[in-house]
């Protein structure tokens, strides 16, 4: 672990892997939730890093020492976000996978995943949990609009387009889950830790 | 006849009637939205803090109009805006140097104007932004605990459109007057290295500048032109959390200082950050203004076993 000073009130905690992000985070987060960490402000988790802002920030050294063990998924069943496939990628991503189409939504349905990160808009979760095979790169080109409920993969990651937006996630299919709604509380289905599952409809 | 009024639009303000009460927008200018001090404590959702992008001069118009300094009010870009008052109120203005009139008179902070009364903020002679409080502020429904408009993500309400009323809280008493700072021609901004300034050949060019305010730059932040700044390390960056008044270098190697409307993430290297004291100097800076930063080393970084 290295803290990295980041201006006048914030530390990056630069983390070896995404598994120790997410403990980490979780930590930070269970003791803001139980009313610790006064004076900080916001507690950004993402791939390699937490970042940690606020006017007074905690003794970051030591309250993440000894982070094995620490669980680092919310309790309780996972959210089940059911999918239409019949993405416009699905072919592409077969075809560096070297499955079928029907082998990569089996395979990509059947995995467990976990909210690693948000980022990019607003409920933009970063799912870990993607199996190795399917891992293949962003779209050379991104599309310049994808729909809301549009659900790929990039790299190490599966995610879900909260509203329409540009684009350059590889598209399997489409969720009729509302990801981010700002009047409902809370305004975001997935977050930090949260569990998913992917269930054809 | 319908209880709902008419026009009401989906962050709740009203297309003007007869003389309606609150806040009417005469003339919204290139781009003025509603600012308060933003939405903190979401960044790990993904949602930006956003707010008024000259923080301290939005929190002086409210001190001066009797308001919370975090009272949501109007900021405005470069030419200003033209509103009517439904119900008299004291205002204030603040930020970038402009004349402000009330039907035609000008006026000093704060002022009091009457009902039907026509406020105008003018072109900015320096500076890019004003920010003019309403006594009991404006008064839209807030989005996670904000009024901002996030110019990133969409939340809160839409840019203010010509003939549109927004909602006012309840009548103040005026504050005390308070001048804004002046602004330098070429400002200097304090900068501190890192977090990931060991990318790059060194901090000498940010240091050497000065740097230009590029016409793409918004509240999202400033593109910068100047001296180049050379990466050492060719990878690709995790993302990571991001603050205002980070400046990220991508890869065509322009830098960018981001402001209120900041993405919370990025995957470029931010080779330092700008003192929160002096973003406003970075939200005043108009497209082609020069900037220097003044470099100010901090703690080092450390390895934690």
Sequence with gaps: ?????????????????????????????????????????????????????????PDLAGLLGELAGEPAVRPGPPVELPVVYDGPDLAEVAGRAGLDAAEVVRRHAAADYTVAFC???????????????????????????????????????????????????????????????ADRDPPALLAPGTRVRFTPA | MSRTPAGRTPAGRTVAGRTPAGLTVVRAGPLTTVQDLGRPGHAHLGVPRSGAADRSALRRANRMAGNPEGAAGLETTLLGVTVRLGEARWLAAAGAEAEVTVDGEPVRSPFRAGAGATVTVGRARRGLRSYLAVGGGIAVPPTLGSRSTDRLSGLGPDPLRDGETLPLGPPTEPGDPAADPALPAEPVLRLRPGPRDDWFAGTGPLAAGPYQVQTDSDRVGLRLAGPELTRTRTAELPSEGLVPGAVQVPADGRPVLFLADHPTTGGYPVIGVVHPGDLWLAAQARPGARLRFRLVPGHTDHAVE
Excluded: C, K, N
């Excluded at chain 1, 269970?30 to 006064?38: F, I, K, V």
């Excluded at chain 1, 900080?40 to 993402?46: G, I, Q, S, Y």
């Excluded at chain 1, 993607?130 to 310049?144: M, Q, S």
């Design chain 1, 1 to 57: 672990m290295r803290l990295r000073p980041v201006g006048w009130g914030a530390v990056l905690v630069e983390l070896g892997s995404t598994a120790e992000v997410r403990a980490a985070y979780a930590r930070l987060a269970g003791l803001r939730a139980a009313g610790g960490l006064a004076g900080v402000v916001d507690l950004v988790p993402a791939a390699r890093t937490v970042l940690v802002t606020g006017d007074r920030l």
């Design chain 1, 119 to 181: 980022g990019f808009a607003p409920g933009f979760g970063y799912l870990i949990g993607l199996p190795a095979e399917l891992h293949v790169p962003r779209r050379a080109t991104p599309r310049t609009a994808v729909e809301a409920g549009a659900v790929g993969i990039a790299g190490e990651f599966a995610g879900v387009y909260p509203r329409r937006s540009p684009g350059g996630w590889q598209l399997l299919g489409r969720t009729s889950a509302v990801l981010w709604d």
